[in-house]
């Protein structure tokens, strides 16, 4: 008995042994499983809107795209926000500059304060492609087009 019991324990020492300590890239990330208990650290600041999986095991949520606006502009460029009809849409707008930010087509507003953010989050009812922008400066600080 105490044979078996031995063997039994070395066949899941080497199991455990062999699934943790493999580095083979080729795995499907779907099958892949990172370690919920160690947090990831970094030196640099992080934007806090990306969550991480939840404690259900479920893939997190798309990180939420942010919209910088420096001196009454886009940082970068007009900002492309891509969407597919029905999707939840979400953004977020950060911004040195207080004005109201516009949504034409869906008529959403609202007021972002100076070195402020405000965030979007509705329903991709209407596809096709709309302007995000400083309402009071006619300035263009986004592209949303949701696909049909």
Do not use: C, W
């Not at 062999?18 to 499907?28: E, Y």
């Not at 977020?92 to 070195?115: N, Q």
């Amino acid at each position: 008995m105490a044979l078996v019991l031995g063997a039994i324990a070395i066949i899941v020492v080497a199991y455990v042994l062999i699934q943790g300590g493999s580095n083979d890239d080729s795995k499907d990330a779907a099958t892949s499983t990172p370690a919920a208990s160690t947090p990831a650290t970094s030196s640099a600041p992080s934007d806090t809107s990306t969550p991480s999986t939840t404690s259900t095991g479920e893939a997190p949520a798309p990180p939420v795209p942010t919209v910088r606006v420096v001196d009454a502009k886009p940082q970068g460029g007009v900002k492309k926000l891509g969407f597919d009809k029905g999707d939840q849409i979400r953004f977020r707008v950060v911004s040195d500059t207080a004005d109201e930010i516009h949504v034409p087509g869906y008529d959403l507003m609202k007021d972002v304060p100076k070195d402020g953010s405000v965030s979007f989050s509705f329903e991709g009812s209407i596809d096709g492609r709309f302007v995000v922008e400083l309402e009071g400066r006619g300035e263009q600080i986004a592209e949303l087009d949701v696909n049909p």
